[in-house]
């Protein structure tokens, strides 16, 4: 039985450094949605790979942020949004480095897909209330259980 938090790979990542030259990243497990709404991000995706997108959730269902999926083009790639989502892929951080308030502040993690699945939603995070997670994207991801 999988119990992942998809805040997890966020917060053990910030404690250990990862991405630096100490500790390249190789690649991280994500579990969340499919998202329904999508936010604004610039494009990461190059040489006809598809851009999808990951709502990651606390135990409670309250949706933290949104990651970009990138998938090479032909490959096959998650289509049910009623079910969690389990994502393997390589992490790379965009932080534009803009002034706070603008679109050059987007700082997030795009993964570079290399496998998923689908699980049975007893195993992912708690269903989101999809009418309430709007507005919460801003919010810090934190550490928790299912």
Known sequence: MVRLVAAVPVIACLLAGC??????RTADVWVGYLATTIEQHPTVAEGGAVEAYLDLHDA???RLKQVVL???PDAARPQDHDRPVEVTGRVQA??????AGTKDSYANESVFVQ???????RDGPRQPARESDAGDADQPAA????
């Open 19 to 24: 991405g630096s030259a100490r500790h390249p």
């Open 60 to 62: 409670r269902g309250k």
């Open 70 to 72: 990138v998938f090479q």
């Open 94 to 99: 965009l932080d534009l480095g803009g002034p």
């Open 115 to 121: 496998s998923w699945r689908s699980l049975d939603p």
């Open 143 to 146: 550490a928790g259980g299912r």
